[in-house]
């Protein structure tokens, strides 16, 4: 199962708003409404962003969204704050190549 | 408040084994599937395995399969993570992780609501 396709990195300044892009096949990503996203700070755990393509957990800042276009998903982050600054990570259900997940590469926001 | 703490990470030679524990808090254990997770040195995420929330079903990423076995003690609130034949490339960080879904939702919602701070494995000579 190959991961899914993220740019490496973007940057925006504090205010602005940024989109992260997540690309996978019909086979994950474009078959199931099943993308989560991860916010991971250096030497901390993941943290759940979104889940299911566009809903956000309790807690989470209504600045984050998400949304899918075909086999694409997205992370748009509205609003730039320094402590966005971070790796980011999208998630998709693979299907029944594993009965599991795939990651994407990770894209680190750099906050100018 | 729900907690998991991963243990059992160490140094290991190559072709040897482990077996990594999770210990889980603060939910019903028993409701829910659970993965791990693991992120090599300076890498992304990587997922390797699932169990469904009463053990009847488990997955593996293609990378490990045949090498770890995923197992879940319910009665001890437990994940664990049995892995053998290890290669150098599994050295990582191994993450524990809540799925959201399991007998409540009848079935695994395939995101991770909760993460431990992961335990280290080092496969070198």
Not at chain 2, 66 to 89: A, C
Request: proline letters at 3%; hydrophobic letters at 30%; one cysteine or more.
């Amino acid at each position: 199962q190959s991961a899914l396709t993220q740019p490496a990195s973007v940057s925006g300044s504090p205010g602005q708003s940024i989109t992260i892009s997540c690309t996978g096949t019909s086979s994950d990503v474009g078959s199931y409404n099943l993308v989560s996203w991860y916010q991971q700070h250096p030497g901390k755990a993941p943290k759940l962003m979104i889940y299911e393509g566009s809903k956000r957990p309790s807690g989470v800042s209504n600045r984050f969204s998400g949304s899918k276009s075909g086999n694409t998903a997205s992370l748009t982050i509205s609003g730039l704050q320094a402590e966005d600054e971070a790796d980011y990570y999208c998630c998709s259900y693979a299907g029944s190549s594993t009965f599991g997940v795939v990651f994407g590469g990770g894209t680190k926001l750099t906050v100018l | 408040e729900v907690q998991l703490v991963e243990s059992g990470g160490v140094v290991v030679q190559p072709g040897g084994s482990l077996r990594l524990s999770c210990a889980a808090s603060g939910f019903t254990f028993d409701d829910y599937t659970m993965h791990w997770v693991r992120q090599a040195p300076g890498k992304g995420l990587e997922w390797v395995s699932l169990i469904s929330w009463d053990g009847g079903s488990t997955y593996y990423a293609d990378s490990v399969k045949g090498r770890f076995t995923i197992s879940r003690d319910n009665s001890k609130n437990s994940l664990y993570l049995q892995m053998n034949s290890l290669r150098t490339e599994d050295t990582a960080l191994y993450y524990c992780a809540k799925d959201d879904g399991g007998a409540t939702t009848v079935t695994t919602r395939y995101y991770f609501d909760y993460w431990g701070q992961g335990t280290l494995v080092t496969v070198s000579s």
